[in-house]
T-cell receptor
Framework: KNEVEQSPQNLTAQEGEFITINCSYS?????LHWLQQHPGGGIVSLFMLSSGKKKHGRLIATINIQEKHSSLHITASHPRDSAVYIC?????????FGTGTRLQVFP | NAGVTQTPKFRVLKTGQSMTLLCAQD?????MYWYRQDPGMGLRLIHY???????AKGEVPDGYNVSRLKKQNFLLGLESAAPSQTSVYFCASRRLAGETQYFGPGTRLLVL
């Protein structure tokens, strides 16, 4: 069993839909990261959080430390949100990555 | 400010050949990392460095060597390439412990 599990693996949505991507982990962490990997391959950090909730534009990330679970929400999804979303948890100096959720948003 | 850059972007090697991938960052970051990304798997850490002159093994270090002679550069070497090393390689850096990592654009390596 992977230490970081994401669901779903693949997600298709119509433009405007509300999107939720889930991340569960089984190790103790100091922080959790959400990353976005564009179709061209580049990886960008979206959020780093250790408790509660963070919001940036249409993206919202939440974490429940007791349940070892985090969610990434996208409101009013748009085709430009199409990407792979990666959850990663930080133990000590290193990150442990999930396998990613591939999101496709159609007009 | 170029951020994190990687050279080359794409390379084809024959089994047994050697090569060096270069990662450079202009943000004065202490920590640097080399990852590989394979289909169906999360990014896996190959080697990392917590400062100039230091390196450490990650999750999948076999077949790779690294050097951090200058703070801004982190080199990943393949002494004798194998088809199993066909992958996309990402470099990343961050300033301090607990901060966000910044990723390079990746190097696609094909070993025949």
């Amino acid at each position: 069993k992977n230490e970081v599990e994401q669901s779903p693996q693949n997600l298709t949505a119509q433009e405007g839909e509300f999107i939720t991507i889930n991340c569960s982990y089984s190790v103790g962490i100091s922080a959790l990261h959400w990353l976005q990997q564009h179709p061209g391959g580049g990886i960008v950090s979206l959020f780093m959080l250790s408790s509660g909730k963070k919001k940036h534009g249409r993206l919202i990330a939440t974490i429940n430390i007791q349940e070892k679970h985090s969610s990434l929400h996208i409101t009013a999804s748009h085709p430009r949100d199409s990407a792979v979303y990666i959850c990663a948890v930080r133990g000590t100096d290193k990150l442990i990555f999930g396998t990613g959720t591939r999101l496709q948003v159609f007009p | 400010n170029a951020g994190v850059t990687q050279t080359p972007k794409f390379r084809v090697l024959k089994t047994g050949q050697s090569m060096t991938l270069l990662c450079a960052q202009d943000m004065n970051h202490e920590y640097m990392y080399w990852y590989r990304q394979d289909p169906g798997m999360g990014l896996r850490l190959i080697h990392y460095s917590v400062g100039e002159g230091t390196t450490a093994k990650g999750e999948v270090p076999d077949g790779y060597n690294v050097s951090r002679l200058k703070k801004q550069n982190f080199l990943l070497g393949l002494e004798s390439a194998a088809p199993s090393q066909t992958s996309v390689y990402f470099c990343a850096s961050r300033r301090l412990a607990g901060e966000t990592q910044y990723f390079g654009p990746g190097t696609r390596l094909l070993v025949l």
